[in-house]
């Protein structure tokens, strides 16, 4: 399926409007995404007795409220927004399923990832550095076409070129153009904070 033809930030108001093919379609488009992110929390977290189709569940019931939540005016993209609501939820389920394991104590809760704030005035110098890097990089980004974004995401994520290829439904040497060009971009303008 051609994904290119299909606006994302119109789909989202159409599933808000309860259609159900505009639903179908956004979630055909990022289920393959869903079911990544879905293994490789269960692949870590697996110990606690879950089964691989919970995590999917829960990332599946983040993609579905992010649609709902989500408003364009934080300029963002929805990718980006559903991936951190989908890792967000994901943590808060492996959070939950190892308070409730007898193997492991309150110390080894499931590892905070970047999506969490870190509240250390040692910190503050680190934390203003990040945000302001981070800005620039959102800069850059949506300076760029949408497609340039979402290669970034998807690579970012771990895909692999080809995998974006499917994904976005556009040929592997696009994606490598993109991707290319994108990160030299990028590469120049962060050169002063690394």
């Not at 007795?49 to 829960?58: C, K, R, S, T, V």
């Not at 983040?62 to 364009?72: G, K, V």
């Not at 409730?100 to 934390?127: M, P, R």
């Not at 990040?130 to 990089?137: A, H, P, T």
């Amino acid at each position: 399926m051609n994904y290119q033809k299909y606006n994302d930030y119109e789909l989202i108001y159409q599933v808000r409007e309860n259609n159900e093919y505009a639903q179908d379609i956004m979630y055909s488009k990022y289920c393959g995404i869903l079911k990544k992110i879905s293994s490789e929390y269960f692949a870590k977290y697996n110990k606690y007795g879950a089964e691989y189709i919970d995590f999917l569940q829960e990332a599946n019931i983040a993609f579905y409220q992010s649609m709902n939540s989500f408003s364009e005016k934080n300029n963002t993209l929805f990718y980006t927004f559903m991936i951190m609501c989908v890792h967000r939820r994901l943590i808060s389920y492996c959070n939950h399923l190892s308070s409730y394991s007898k193997n492991i104590s309150n110390t080894n809760l499931v590892e905070i990832d970047k999506y969490q704030f870190v509240d250390n005035k040692s910190n503050v110098e680190k934390i203003a550095e990040i945000n302001e890097l981070e800005k620039v990089i959102k800069k850059i980004i949506f300076d760029f076409p949408i497609l340039y974004g979402a290669v970034l995401e998807l690579r970012y994520n771990g895909f692999t070129l080809a995998e974006i290829a499917r994904l976005l439904d556009i040929s592997r040497s696009s994606v490598e153009y993109y991707y290319g060009k994108i990160k030299k971009n990028i590469y120049k303008n962060i050169k002063n904070y690394i």
